[in-house]
């Protein structure tokens, strides 16, 4: 059943990639198979099918299932991380999606060189400008790449967004849209450490329109998994 959905999913991001107008439609994409909510028997089930990445919104839980899973499997964070978790986050995670202050930043710094590790991180931007929404405004990107691209312990190495939930879906393509003119702005900046090559964004009812508009990183629950049960 999940590998089914898992590879409904994966003909749906090819399809859309050959659809990309602005984008490049060779690049590729990346599924991060969004498994929060979902015990680990459902997890072994899509790495077995292929998943590659898994992502999780909370690091208790992650723990939890990093510590039961017994797959070898590339783990990101894709939910809000508050400093006094930063200690656990860099342990377990290969990429944290959700940087999103300065005061964030120095804390993953300062516990990645406790374990003498380069921490791969996104930028989180608040497109939207929603107040429900974490996240960075565009205007302050330019200081925080300035200043990430400093710290010895982070890699910069990309940009994440969560769009609004619009009633009309395609309400989200001139976001996403916008949000690739930024990633490709931010490129082309004078940086010494950092390499922006992801642009993170896209869920279940999204990650077409936001592989169209040139994402090469998705993060999709849902439409793999089913529904969540809180
Ligand atoms: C839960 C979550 C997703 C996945 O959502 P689905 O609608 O289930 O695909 C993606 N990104 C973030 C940040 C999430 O919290």
């Given at each position: 059943?999940?590998a089914?959905?898992?590879?409904?999913?994966?003909s749906?991001?090819e399809?859309?990639?050959q659809?990309?107008v602005?984008?490049?439609?060779n690049?590729?994409?990346?599924?991060?198979?969004?498994?929060?909510?979902?015990?680990?028997?459902a997890?072994?089930e899509?790495?077995d099918?292929?998943?590659?990445i898994?992502g999780?919104?909370?690091?208790?839980e992650a723990?939890?299932?990093h510590?039961?899973l017994?797959r070898?499997?590339?783990?990101?964070?894709?939910g809000?991380?508050?400093?006094?978790?930063v200690?656990?986050?860099?342990?377990?995670?290969?990429?944290?999606?959700?940087?999103?202050?300065d005061?964030?930043?120095?804390a993953?710094?300062r516990?990645?060189?406790?374990?003498h590790k380069?921490?791969d991180?996104?930028?989180?931007?608040?497109l939207?400008?929603?107040?429900?929404?974490?996240?960075?405004?565009?205007?302050?990107l330019?200081?925080l790449?300035?200043?990430?691209?400093?710290?010895?312990?982070l890699?910069?190495?990309?940009?994440m967004?969560?769009?609004?939930n619009?009633?009309?879906?395609?309400?989200?393509?001139?976001?996403f849209?916008?949000m690739?003119?930024?990633?490709?702005r931010?490129?082309e900046m004078p940086?010494l450490?950092s390499n922006i090559?992801?642009?993170?964004?896209g869920?279940?009812?999204?990650?077409?329109?936001?592989?169209?508009?040139?994402a090469n990183?998705v993060r999709?629950?849902?439409?793999?998994?089913?529904?969540?049960?809180?």
């Amino acid at each position: 059943m999940i590998a089914e959905k898992l590879h409904e999913v994966e003909s749906e991001i090819e399809r859309s990639r050959q659809n990309r107008v602005r984008a490049n439609k060779n690049a590729p994409v990346d599924l991060v198979a969004v498994t929060k909510n979902h015990d680990v028997n459902a997890m072994r089930e899509a790495i077995d099918a292929g998943v590659t990445i898994v992502g999780e919104n909370r690091i208790q839980e992650a723990m939890k299932k990093h510590e039961l899973l017994d797959r070898k499997v590339s783990w990101h964070l894709i939910g809000h991380l508050q400093t006094n978790k930063v200690n656990q986050a860099v342990q377990l995670f290969d990429l944290i999606h959700s940087v999103d202050s300065d005061h964030l930043m120095t804390a993953l710094d300062r516990a990645a060189k406790k374990i003498h590790k380069v921490q791969d991180i996104l930028l989180q931007v608040n497109l939207a400008r929603e107040d429900s929404k974490f996240g960075i405004y565009r205007e302050d990107l330019p200081l925080l790449m300035q200043k990430v691209d400093a710290m010895d312990h982070l890699h910069l190495c990309g940009l994440m967004c969560i769009a609004p939930n619009y009633e009309q879906v395609e309400d989200c393509r001139p976001l996403f849209r916008e949000m690739y003119e930024i990633f490709q702005r931010v490129q082309e900046m004078p940086l010494l450490t950092s390499n922006i090559k992801y642009l993170s964004m896209g869920m279940t009812h999204d990650y077409t329109i936001a592989i169209e508009e040139g994402a090469n990183m998705v993060r999709v629950g849902t439409a793999i998994f089913g529904a969540r049960q809180y």
